[in-house]
């Protein structure tokens, strides 16, 4: 008799320290700030997953946080910048703004132009699904390291130029009375037209295909989304890392990732070309860079398909 009663007992202190211990967190992902101004990350959690706290928060220069994410979690996250508290005490940012009057975006997305990482985690056979977008447009640069991860090639991904300044004149977002550029919007957002929001008649992978203004943003960053079906570049998987998500990246830090995963130099983190210009460097006579010749054509191609219908 007295078997029994041991095995109950030690399966009751079992289930005790469990529940006293609570559930375990799989994945850790820790946000750093390398900009020079303060930004406000805001996490948005995907329909039917436990929701992900905080939901927005202050993050100065130089700082960092980490957060304990519940396993499968899927949900995007991405930075606002420019913000301030009006006098009435609502809180807004003139890129990536939330719209929630709060710090907290309380289950809001973020308001286009805004680069995004998403991440579905624990997926279709164990494997984290993560990617940089630049779907709904772009204000900062970021990266996304995978650390720790057991299988499924774990490569960083990102967008680490600063795109801001070379964004084409029909797609720039200014803030107040200045001209400098604060984010790039999408072609889908500055124009709405269906080829480039793939919807209506382009809403297959068959119909809609990388348009002058995506591949502006897809020169600069190989591996970040670009367009709606751009995923055989984009989409990385990894098994049970933890991950770093750094806004405004040293653009060269990514020669060291690149060296520890084989599959990921056939698809540069950062094209080099996009940072350097000038004589000095072996660019054009101009001093232009490439992606600054690639905005250039953009305006026109833009122009002309304003101009177009009127002809």
């Not at 054009?284 to 250039?296: D, E, H, K, N, R």
């Amino acid at each position: 008799m007295a078997r029994p009663f041991i095995l109950a007992t030690t399966l009751t202190l079992l289930l005790s320290f469990s529940l006293l211990s609570g559930p375990v967190d799989s994945t850790t992902f820790k946000i750093v700030n390398n900009c020079r101004r303060t930004i406000w990350p805001g996490i948005l959690t995907g329909a039917n997953r436990p929701i992900l706290y905080p939901t927005g928060f202050t993050l100065t220069s130089g700082k960092s946080k980490t957060i304990a994410v519940p396993s499968s979690w899927s949900g995007r996250l991405w930075a606002r910048t420019l913000c301030s508290v009006d006098s009435a005490g609502k809180f807004s940012c003139a890129t990536a703004d939330c719209g929630s009057g709060k710090v907290q975006c309380a289950g809001a997305g973020a308001i286009p132009p805004a680069t995004l990482a998403e991440f579905t985690l624990n997926g279709d056979q164990g494997l984290d699904f993560y990617d940089v977008s630049l779907v709904d447009g772009y204000n900062l640069p970021m990266l996304v390291l995978p650390r720790g991860g057991t299988g499924g090639g774990c490569s960083p991904t990102g967008c680490l130029v600063d795109l801001n300044g070379a964004c084409p004149k029909a797609l720039k977002v200014a803030y107040g009375n200045s001209s400098e550029g604060v984010a790039c919007k999408s072609a889908c957002e500055a124009f709405g037209n269906p080829e480039y929001c793939c919807s209506e008649g382009f809403a297959t992978p068959d119909t809609c295909q990388p348009s002058a203004f995506s591949l502006f943003f897809k020169h600069a960053c190989p591996r970040s989304y670009s367009y709606a079906y751009d995923d055989k570049t984009s989409t990385f998987t990894c098994t049970g890392p933890d991950y770093i998500i750094i806004f405004c990246p040293a653009p060269y830090t990514s020669e060291k990732l690149l060296g520890a995963r084989r599959e990921a130099a056939e698809l540069p983190l950062v094209n080099k070309t996009t940072m350097y210009g000038g004589r000095a460097s072996g660019g054009p006579p101009s001093g232009l860079t490439l992606v600054q010749m690639i905005a250039c054509a953009v305006s026109i191609v833009a122009a002309i398909s304003q101009i177009w219908p009127l002809l």
